[in-house]
């Protein structure tokens, strides 16, 4: 299966947050699963360590290690994705989200979130 993993579910994943069930960690742990990290979501993590909103354990330079050594594979923005989202309706007005969102729609990918403004939206959702 593929699964791009929202923002959060990513950090919970990366500091190994009891929060993330064990279903979405098995799920992750799955070699045999494709594992999507949207740029969206570097973006989003980025902006907000700069403006102290977010503290992470580790460095972003470390994150991208975590990203490898777990196999997750980053989903770079296309025109595909800004279409999506040029018609996109607003259950959810934060712009990262929105951006997964519209990815995992044009892709046909599942999307593992603890966000319940993404049930507003026609794309297959995994409950963390």
Do not use: C
């Not at 994150?63 to 025109?79: C, I």
């Not at 607003?90 to 966000?115: C, G, K, L």
Request: negative net charge; aromatic residues 10%; without cysteine.
């Amino acid at each position: 299966m593929k699964y791009l993993i929202d923002t959060h579910v990513l950090i919970w994943h990366a500091e190994n947050n009891t929060a993330l069930k064990p279903s979405i960690l098995s799920i992750l742990n799955d070699p045999a699963n494709d594992l999507f990290v949207s740029h969206a979501s570097l973006w989003e993590m980025a902006i907000k360590v700069s403006i102290g909103k977010l503290k992470l354990g580790y460095s972003i330079q470390q994150l991208e290690l975590l990203l490898l050594q777990n196999g997750f594979v980053l989903l770079p923005f296309d025109f595909a994705h800004y279409q999506v989202l040029s018609i996109l309706p607003f259950h959810h007005n934060d712009p990262f989200d929105r951006m997964i969102i519209a990815q995992a729609m044009s892709e046909n990918i599942e999307i593992i979130t603890h966000d319940e403004k993404f049930k507003g939206y026609k794309v297959g959702v995994v409950w963390a």
